[in-house]
């Protein structure tokens, strides 16, 4: 199983990034599909999750409103579309998956894992 996050870059604040997911070696449509972003010296923590079909998705307070995950399961990726960022929402960010379909704001409950992208938000 292999997740490979790209989209990451410096951007200023107030600007928009579109994060991507592309995930192979697994049964994709099975799968719940998650978020997370990690700063230095900071817990991983739970940005966003959206289930197998794509019709539910749970955010993170501090995104609300600001971003928005979706998937294309005939291309196996999902998608973080992140607007108005800020500075502190510059981190790491992982995509995961999990075939769990409740909470889904635990690290613990994720199977696999990619790498990461980075994403600088300059103030």
């Known amino acids: 199983v292999q997740l490979v996050e790209f989209g990451g870059e410096l951007v200023q604040t107030g600007g928009s990034l579109r994060l991507s997911c592309s995930a192979s070696?697994?049964?994709?449509?099975?799968?719940?599909m998650g978020w997370f972003r990690q700063a230095p010296g900071k817990e991983r923590d739970f940005v966003a999750a959206?289930?197998?079909?794509?019709?539910?998705?749970t955010y993170a307070d501090s995104v609300k409103d600001r971003f928005a995950v979706s998937r294309d399961n005939a291309k196996n990726a999902v998608y973080l579309q992140m607007n108005s960022l800020k500075p502190e929402d510059t981190a790491r960010y992982f995509c995961a998956a999990t075939l769990t379909s409740t909470g889904l704001i635990y690290t613990s409950q994720y199977i696999w894992w990619g790498r990461g992208t980075q994403v600088t938000v300059s103030s």
């Open positions: 070696g697994l049964t994709f449509r099975s799968y719940t």
């Open positions: 959206i289930n197998w079909s794509g019709e539910m998705a």
